[in-house]
């Protein structure tokens, strides 16, 4: 049991209109709307527009927002020029905070710290996000990059610059929806590292490659690609049947099973519920059932030995197993949806800021006297 306060459990960090969750009952909504309602309703578009502008938007502020987001999709010069290095030389998501951080070097905006012009510089990393994705992939593969299609949907595109084919209209709906459900989750670590670095009044570039610093790591966003290994560890034991004994004894063995348990939900994480179902679509669908199947004996075993259940991360692996993502792409992706939330909460920590710098309870040695190299 960890100490009280410690991970800054419970303590409110900062106001937010973005999104709100009720860990008790299981609810996460944007700007008041339910997840559960915007997952089968809204489009990756309009979630951005609601996220930073907190309203959803009209017919002509979508086709704008859509207009802007397919417009930027290209990255600048100097990343490009440092695109093929970054894909031979380094994994997926240093890559991309590489990547996000050169992206200030050519900003048509500059130094340009206004609203206005951070909402563009907003809009220009989410535009630009899943052409890094695609790119870095088809360069360290030898393949040759296929350019952005400003006519399709920002999740459509990241599938046709991945693959070099169109994705049928189901799968790029399912990826879609995949972004809307992984947008933003108020004071998550990555979103609480970007506001942290924008309330030094640090631009907002560095806010964001503050953001992807931080769910580079296993116990946040990196959890989504260990699920998969674990898939497909369990897959080389002889599938779906091996999954209960594999799961119990990690547990037992007190190693924690990735794509389970939540700070925050003590009951199901609602964007599991909807991960859930279209894994279970897709698997019908591809005619491979393994991996949902896996995945559900994990999710059994996990209920029944600690009463933990699966969060984002666990049927999101299988969603993008069905996708055909490269399994190290996992996390990027990711970050190619929270882009939207962290800039949204960037921009918010701007409009109202105050220094973001909290006490310590201190557990070194009483004060005591230098001592001399020769009396050590
Ligand atoms: C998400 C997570 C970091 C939350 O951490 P937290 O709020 O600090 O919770 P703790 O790590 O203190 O866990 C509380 C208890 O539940 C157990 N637990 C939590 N997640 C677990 C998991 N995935 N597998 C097994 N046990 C788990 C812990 O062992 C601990 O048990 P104890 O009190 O008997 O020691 C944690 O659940 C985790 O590491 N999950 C796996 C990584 C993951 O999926 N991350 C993505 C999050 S969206």
Redesign the pocket.
């Known amino acids: 049991?960890?100490a009280p306060g410690k991970?800054l459990?419970g303590v409110v960090a900062a106001e937010t209109a973005i999104s709100d969750i009720d860990g008790k009952e299981g609810v996460l909504s944007y700007v008041g709307y339910d997840i559960h309602d915007l997952a089968p309703n809204a489009t990756f578009e309009e979630t951005c527009y609601l996220l930073h502008n907190l309203e959803l938007p009209t017919e002509q502020q979508l086709d704008e927002i859509k207009e802007q987001l397919g417009r930027e999709r290209e990255p600048n010069d100097f990343v490009m020029d440092l695109m093929p290095q970054l894909a031979q030389n380094t994994a997926p998501m240093s890559m991309l905070r590489t990547a996000c951080s050169a992206s200030s070097a050519n900003d048509p905006d500059g130094w340009d710290t206004s609203e206005e012009a951070n909402y563009r510089k907003a809009m220009r990393l989410i535009a630009v996000f899943p052409t890094l994705v695609a790119y870095y992939d088809r360069l360290r593969n030898d393949q040759p990059l296929v350019r952005p299609d400003s006519g399709l949907s920002l999740a459509a595109n990241f599938l046709y610059m991945l693959k070099g084919d169109k994705a049928d209209d189901a799968e790029a709906r399912i990826f879609d929806i995949c972004l809307t459900l992984h947008a933003d989750h108020t004071m998550?670590a990555s979103t609480f590292a970007a506001r942290v670095c924008a309330a030094t009044l640090s631009d907002i570039h560095s806010a964001v490659t503050a953001g992807i610093a931080a769910l580079k790591g296993?116990?946040?966003?990196g959890?989504n690609e260990?699920?998969m290994r674990m898939i497909k560890e369990i897959r080389n034991l002889g599938g779906a049947g091996k999954a209960r004994d594999y799961t119990i004894d990690k547990?037992r063995n007190?190693?924690?099973?990735?794509?389970?348990?939540?700070?925050v939900y003590k009951t199901e994480?609602p964007r599991a519920t909807h991960l859930r179902r279209m894994a279970k679509e897709l698997a019908e669908k591809s005619g491979d059932g393994s991996n949902y199947e896996i995945s559900q004996e994990i999710e059994r075993a996990?209920m029944d030995e600690?009463g933990?259940y699966p969060?984002?991360?666990?049927y999101a692996a299988s969603v993008y197993g069905y996708l055909r993502i490269p399994t190290d792409l996992f996390t990027p992706v990711f970050a190619c949806s929270r882009v939207s939330g962290w800039t949204a909460h960037v921009r918010e920590q701007y409009a109202d800021n105050r220094l973001i710098r909290p006490d310590h309870a201190y557990v070194g040695p009483e004060r005591r006297s230098w001592k001399a190299l020769s009396q050590r």
């Not at 969060?311 to 666990?314: E, H, K, P, S, T």
């Open positions: 049991m960890a991970g459990e998550n296993p116990l946040h966003g959890a260990q699920v547990l007190k190693v924690k099973v990735m794509g389970f348990g939540h700070r994480d996990v600690k933990i969060n984002v991360d666990f």
